[in-house]
């Protein structure tokens, strides 16, 4: 996938309503337990997190020749299909040095100064990956002092999405970026719940906490629930417009809706015959 087609695929997709399959999903960084950089070594499929909230965030006593092993890793919270992720990274180069990294996935996209501060790059899966937790990318790095951090950040040209492996693919957003601090307390990823599928007015459908989904007059789909197409299948019925009957959602209505479940055969809005007399000529049929 070439970043170009990226850029042109995210703009046709962000606008669109219906949240995908990797809705609400984060990515957040984490230290790899007690793990010694080595030059030459792989580390991905060794982390040992799967949640943000029980991430190690920090790492005290590096150096040039102790440099931390760091996972960046995507937590989801639905019915996961990663076949790509676009994301940055912002440090302060004067004192944070990334010695090395690599990418977890089967190709990438990165820019020419990847991982220089304020870059992004673009991690491909030529299969989707499911599951809650996926690992992204790893990085070595040390800090000449206490008191910096290496920041997630969107991507600076292709902004921070999910993709499915669609033709063309569905793009979320990424919901949350992590941080990780070199002699620095970083506060773990907050949420309240998980989010789940919400149907909003017209059949819309979004990925919502519960509480959330209430506050905008949605109805929330249960723990566990994404968003498909058939999710939120709105409620049709008869709407009689100028031009005559049809039938639609109440949203898409341009007249007087009928209500739902409501056909147009027979047709509700044929108009009640009406006759041109006076009471006296209605007295003098009726006697």
């Given at each position: 996938m070439k970043t170009s087609i990226v850029a042109l695929l995210l703009a046709l997709i962000a606008s669109s309503a219906s949240a995908g399959p990797n809705a609400g999903g984060l990515l957040y960084l984490a230290l790899a337990g007690d793990v010694v950089y080595t030059e030459g070594t792989d580390y991905c499929g060794t982390a040992t997190t799967n949640d943000c909230r029980n991430?190690?965030?920090?790492a005290d006593g590096t150096s040039a020749s102790q440099p931390a092993v760091i996972h960046c890793l995507a937590q989801f919270f639905g019915n996961t299909r990663l076949a790509g992720v676009s994301f940055g990274i912002d440090y302060d180069d004067a004192a944070v040095r990334i010695v090395d990294f690599r990418s977890c996935g089967d190709a990438e996209?990165?820019?020419g100064d990847w991982p220089a501060p304020g870059t992004g790059t673009v991690v491909h899966w030529d299969v989707e990956q499911g599951g809650a937790s996926v690992e992204?990318?790893?990085?070595?790095?040390?800090a000449y002092a206490d008191g910096y951090s290496m920041d997630l950040i969107p991507h600076p040209t292709e902004d921070g999405y999910f993709m499915t492996g669609d033709d063309p693919p569905i793009f979320d957003?990424?919901?949350y970026y992590g941080r990780f601090g070199f002699g620095l307390d970083i506060p773990h990823c907050i949420y309240e719940g998980e989010p789940e599928a919400c149907c909003?007015?017209?059949?819309l459908c979004q990925?919502?906490?519960a509480e959330d989904c209430i506050a905008q007059g949605g109805e929330p789909q249960g723990p566990g629930s994404v968003c498909t197409p058939m999710t939120c299948v709105?409620?049709?019925g008869a709407c009689c417009t100028a031009g005559g009957c049809v039938v639609t959602t109440a949203t898409d209505c341009d007249g007087e809706y009928q209500g739902d479940g409501t056909d147009c055969d027979p047709d509700p809005c044929v108009p009640v015959p009406s006759i041109e007399t006076t009471w006296g000529g209605v007295k003098r049929t009726y006697r």
């Open positions: 991430a190690v965030t920090r996209t990165p820019q992204v990318y790893w990085f070595a790095a040390f957003p990424i919901a909003l007015p017209g059949g990925f919502l906490i709105a409620e049709t």
